[in-house]
């Protein structure tokens, strides 16, 4: 039996099969990889690894399962920011596993989110938003928020209209901005416009909208290390209210 080491817990058997740490994987592309040139590019030991071989471009990460990294030429593979999963090859970008529609220089980034490319605003480099108006289009509290955004016909979360808000007047409260800590104050916000309020969660994707009778007197503060919302009746904790009281 023959064996050959990898580096970083990967060996190929017998030009037939690979392991990583003893386990086999990859299995359902033995018919496609070419055992005798596959070679690690670039790895983290762990959840995260380019491979190529003669013909090929193969990737595996935190982000998507073992694939081929569709027409890039391994002769011209180059990671370019491995932490980000952002490669080239052959005259292709690519983020992670997907081909982008267009180079990553042709990008001109927004936040870590939104992107403009050829007169149309993109969504993580790849999800095109046909409907958003290049020309007002703005995010809100980029820095901060990033997946959130308007222009003068709708509100977006990451690429989805939101229905029913008002581009006009939505705003988040800037209490929740203040820089005083307060319980998952990284990724929970609340916002308004001028029909209703939203709480609104950047990881767990919600968008919430509350009804509140008078969004003059919605605001937020900071209790206990938690983030309330107010209004004449009630409490909002993580969007969920309570009587005042």
Not at 14 to 38: G, Q, T, W
């Amino acid at each position: 039996m023959s064996k050959k080491a990898l580096d970083h817990g990967f060996f190929i058997i017998d030009n037939k099969f690979i392991l990583h740490f003893d386990r086999e994987v990859y299995r359902k592309f033995y018919p496609v990889i070419d055992f005798a040139s596959f070679e690690i590019i670039e790895s983290n030991g762990a959840t995260f690894h380019y491979f190529r071989d003669k013909h090929r471009v193969y990737i595996e990460s935190y982000m998507n399962a073992f694939a081929v990294l569709p027409d890039a030429a391994s002769v011209y593979f180059k990671v370019l920011d491995f932490e980000r999963g952002k490669s080239t090859s052959n005259g292709n970008d690519y983020l992670f596993d997907q081909k982008l529609p267009h180079r990553f220089d042709d990008y001109r980034v927004l936040s870590n989110y939104y992107q403009f490319a050829a007169g149309t605003v993109y969504f993580n480099y790849f999800h095109a938003m046909p409907e958003a108006d290049i020309r007002s289009f703005e995010v809100l509290h980029g820095e901060n928020v990033g997946n959130v955004a308007k222009d003068k016909k709708h509100v977006y979360f990451r690429d989805k209209v939101v229905d029913g808000a008002d581009p006009g007047s939505f705003h988040f409260l800037e209490e929740c901005f203040s820089g005083e800590y307060y319980r998952e104050c990284d990724h929970t916000y609340y916002a308004i416009d001028k029909h209703q309020a939203y709480y609104v969660d950047t990881i767990a994707r919600a968008f919430k909208a509350i009804r509140t009778k008078d969004t003059g007197q919605f605001h937020f503060k900071v209790i206990n290390e938690l983030g309330y919302a107010f209004d004449e009746k009630y409490a909002y904790l993580f969007g969920k209210r309570k009587p005042v009281g």
